[in-house]
Every structure is written in structure tokens, then in C-alpha cells.
T-cell receptor, first 116, second 115 residues
Framework: AQTVTQSQPEMSVQEAETVTLSCTYD???????LFWYKQPPSRQMILVIR??????QNATENRFSVNFQKAAKSFSLKISDSQLGDAAMYFC?????????????FGKGITLSVRP | GAVVSQHPSWVICKSGTSVKIECRSL??????MFWYRQFPKQSLMLMAT?????????EQGVEKDKFLINHASLTLSTLTVTSAHPEDSSFYIC???????????FGPGTRLTVL
């Protein structure tokens, strides 16, 4: 079974600074997806970024980018120019490549606070 | 992105009663729907996976007779908490995926409080 580990329960960043959230995972599969989700106080889950394991290029979405190290099974999220609206709980997630019913496996999450 | 709605957004009920939560995909056909439970400051715990027209597949430790899931159409799934007890109080989130899609879309969640 796949596991996702987020070892830092909380982090804090100064507004406009950069912060990196860590995530490691364990799998025996070669093809899979990795995700970062944001859950603000409203508790609506929002997809931040997605990475397909076969792609060597790290995914980027505006101020959000990942450092995907397949061999090390590491998938960290970098948030640049942090904004107050970035304060939320962030979850790293894994999903197998195939199958309509393939499930998301979530990490425990990390609470990010942004200091003005 | 696609929209998933949940109704109600919050509900309070008495112990022993049943509560139904609806999950709808508003602008796409959801061949697969997922139901999660989340306690405060914790991660999402998958309860079950359902496909339209089929019986739901429940995760280990989830009582299928207590948490009834129906996925009768490609746009609607329901979760019924039967004979609710205070320990069932939680935040319930549904999620939907279309057959050919890679992305999974989440509903806004339903807060259930059982008195």
C-alpha cells in the first residue's frame, strides 16, 4: 500500500517570503500522480498543483512550484511571494495511475500560517 | 474547474435519527464518487468509493450498514448516516471524478453535529 508522509505539522512564513512544504511517499509503482491540495478555513479542498510521475519537469502554477525527486520519493511544494490568503492547511496526496476507482492517499497535512 | 455541490452545508440532529447528505456534480458526469470524513485539524479519511449504478466499496473499518451510500445517477450520490450518535459528528466531504478525467473535484463539505 502507498503511504504519504508530511512530517511537519505546522509552518510559518513572513508575507512576501518563500516557504517550502515537505512531503515524502512510499510506493512500488512506477506510474502515478502526486498532488498538493489547499484547505483554507472554509474547508473547501482546492487543487494547488499536480505532477505526473513520468514527467521529469517539475510542475509550476504561478507562485507555486514543486521539487519532484522520483528516486528519493520526495515531492515538496514551494510557495513564492507568500500572501495572507495562502494561510491554510496543505495536504500532499498520491494516486495510482490507472483505474477509474484509484484512490487518493493523503498525508496528515501541514498548517501554514502567514505573518503580515 | 468543475463544480461539486453538497447539501446541506451543516446539519444538527438528535441521537438515533438518520441524516442524508447529497452530493451533486453540476457540470459533468461523475462516474466515480468518493466520500470522506474529516475531524478538526486532521486529514481526510476515505469512507467509500461508489460508481453509478453499483454498490459502493467501503474502506476497512467503515460500517456499510451505518453509512449508506447510493450513487443512482451520474450527477448525484447520497450518504445516509443511520441511527446517528454523537461520535458520528464530523465533517463529511464528497468528491467526484469523470470517467476520462484525471482530476478529482471536491464538494464544500457538510458539518454534521449529533446531539
Amino acid at each position: 500500500a502507498q503511504t504519504v508522509t508530511q512530517s511537519q505539522p505546522e509552518m510559518s512564513v513572513q508575507e512576501a517570503e518563500t516557504v517550502t512544504l515537505s512531503c515524502t511517499y512510499d510506493t512500488s509503482e512506477s506510474d502515478y500522480y502526486l498532488f498538493w491540495y489547499k484547505q483554507p478555513p472554509s474547508r473547501q479542498m482546492i487543487l494547488v498543483i499536480r505532477q505526473e510521475a513520468y514527467k521529469q519537469q517539475n510542475a509550476t502554477e504561478n507562485r507555486f512550484s514543486v521539487n519532484f525527486q522520483k528516486a528519493a520519493k520526495s515531492f515538496s511544494l514551494k510557495i513564492s511571494d507568500s500572501q495572507l490568503g495562502d494561510a491554510a492547511m496543505y495536504f500532499c496526496a498520491y494516486r495510482s495511475w490507472g483505474g477509474a476507482n484509484s484512490k487518493l492517499t493523503f498525508g496528515k497535512g501541514i498548517t501554514l500560517s502567514v505573518r503580515p | 474547474g468543475a463544480v461539486v455541490s453538497q447539501h446541506p452545508s451543516w446539519v444538527i440532529c438528535k441521537s438515533g435519527t438518520s441524516v442524508k447528505i447529497e452530493c451533486r456534480s453540476l457540470d459533468f458526469q461523475a462516474t466515480t464518487m468518493f466520500w470522506y470524513r474529516q475531524f478538526p485539524k486532521q486529514s481526510l479519511m476515505l469512507m467509500a468509493t461508489s460508481n453509478e449504478g453499483s454498490k459502493a466499496t467501503y474502506e476497512q473499518g467503515v460500517e456499510k450498514d451505518k453509512f449508506l451510500i447510493n450513487h443512482a445517477s451520474l450527477t448525484l450520490s447520497t450518504l445516509t448516516v443511520t441511527s446517528a450518535h454523537p461520535e458520528d459528528s464530523s465533517f463529511y466531504i464528497c468528491s467526484a471524478r469523470s470517467g476520462g478525467g484525471n482530476e478529482q473535484f471536491f464538494g464544500p463539505g457538510t458539518r454534521l453535529t449529533v446531539l
